[in-house]
């Protein structure tokens, strides 16, 4: 099994900046990949960004240019930088960590972006 621990997200204010982190632990295979998906109120949970332990990245069209996602196989941790913050960036984000036949989620940790 895989543990995965994010930080705590937060409040910010339109156009600020955020960085999440989220730490893997146990059964990690060295072929992985990892990423963020995030869910509104009212919707689907949707990826934000993703990346593999090549260090391939993924990103939802509404977060290219502003998010950036990366890794350090060596801590097994993924962060995602977000910049440029939007209010409809609100939402729960979830760290994701996934192998050839196994999936995990973090806990969810809620990051709210005031106008």
């Known amino acids: 099994q895989v543990q995965l621990v994010e930080s705590v997200g937060g409040l910010v204010q339109a156009g600020g900046s955020l960085r999440l982190s989220c730490a893997a632990s146990?059964?990690?295979?060295?072929?992985?990949?990892m990423g963020w998906y995030r869910q509104a109120p009212g919707k689907q949970r949707e990826l934000v960004a993703a990346?593999?332990?090549?260090?391939?990245?993924n990103y939802a069209d509404s977060v290219k240019g502003r998010f950036t996602i990366s890794r350090d196989n060596a801590k097994n941790t993924v962060y995602l930088l977000m910049n440029s913050l939007k209010p409809e960036d609100t939402a729960v984000y979830y760290c994701?960590?996934?192998?050839?036949?196994?999936?995990?989620w973090g806990q969810g940790t809620q990051v709210t972006v005031s106008s």
């Open positions: 146990g059964s990690i295979f060295s072929v992985n990949a």
């Open positions: 990346i593999t332990s090549g260090g391939s990245t």
């Open positions: 994701n960590y996934e192998n050839s036949d196994y999936l995990a």
